[in-house]
Nanobody, 128 residues
Framework: QVQLVESGGGLVQAGGSLKLSCAAS????????MGWFRQAPGKEREFVAD????????YYLDSVKGRFTISRDNAKNTVYLQMNSLKPEDTAVYYC?????????????????????WGQGTQVTVSS
């Protein structure tokens, strides 16, 4: 399994931007579907976005479509989440995850379905 380390979180005003990075160890990064989840205080962890092994296909939570962009660089073993037009409701701990499901089109919204690896999380706080 890969080991994942997130970075890039912080405090930003509403309307601002942040770019999260998730660096993976190991030589099998390109074999994983990669995703981002988030967990706000008192709430369950929720799916935000994921990206296919090649990086060609992406999928987003409706509330972040048009504001967030997921991308990956398989040569650098890194997946990114560019977050623009941030809102206070985006405040959460953001987690990077890896999945080995055979078909990208098979949606895995439940974090318990992501059986690869998880990062430790990075805090994103958006002030109003």
């Amino acid at each position: 399994q890969v080991q994942l380390v997130e970075s890039g979180g912080g405090l930003v005003q509403a309307g601002g931007s942040l770019k999260l990075s998730c660096a993976a160890s190991g030589r099998t990064f390109s074999s994983y579907i990669m995703g981002w989840f988030r967990q706000a205080p008192g709430k369950e962890r929720e799916f935000v976005a994921d990206i296919s092994r090649s990086g060609v296909s992406t999928y987003y939570l409706d509330s972040v479509k048009g504001r967030f962009t997921i991308s990956r660089d398989n040569a650098k073993n890194t997946v990114y989440l560019q977050m623009n037009s941030l809102k206070p409701e985006d405040t959460a701990v953001y987690y990077c995850a890896a999945d080995l499901r055979p078909y990208y089109s098979q949606r895995h919204y439940d974090p318990n379905q992501w059986l690869g690896s998880w990062g430790q999380g990075t805090q994103v706080t958006v002030s109003s």
